[in-house]
């Protein structure tokens, strides 16, 4: 199953309360609120690259299913 495809949020309900009980800060959810994110995948194999761009910022992954890779949020929070 390919997931190859272009995505876009329609709809963020309840997405500030989410945020606010990560622990976002209220300008940083009000921001958030309205970032208007779209997202590319593109599949192959065990591989795939996804474009993320926002209001915000715009970033592309590469990474192979089954291997850590590293990955910042918006907001500078590093994740691996």
């Known amino acids: 199953m390919a997931f190859n495809g272009t995505w876009k949020v329609d709809r963020n309900e309840n997405y ?3 945020m606010e009980a990560m622990g ?3 300008m940083k959810r009000k921001l958030g609120a309205h970032d208007n994110l779209k ?3 593109q ?3 065990n591989k795939f690259t996804v474009k993320e761009s926002s209001n ?3 970033i592309e992954i590469e990474f192979t299913l089954g291997v850590n890779f590293d990955y910042s ?3 500078g929070t590093e994740l691996n």
Do not use: H, M
């Open 73 to 75: 949020l918006a907001d």
């Open 16 to 18: 500030e309360k989410f």
């Open 56 to 58: 915000f910022r715009s």
């Open 24 to 26: 976002v800060n209220v």
């Open 39 to 41: 997202i590319v995948i």
């Open 43 to 45: 599949q192959d194999g």
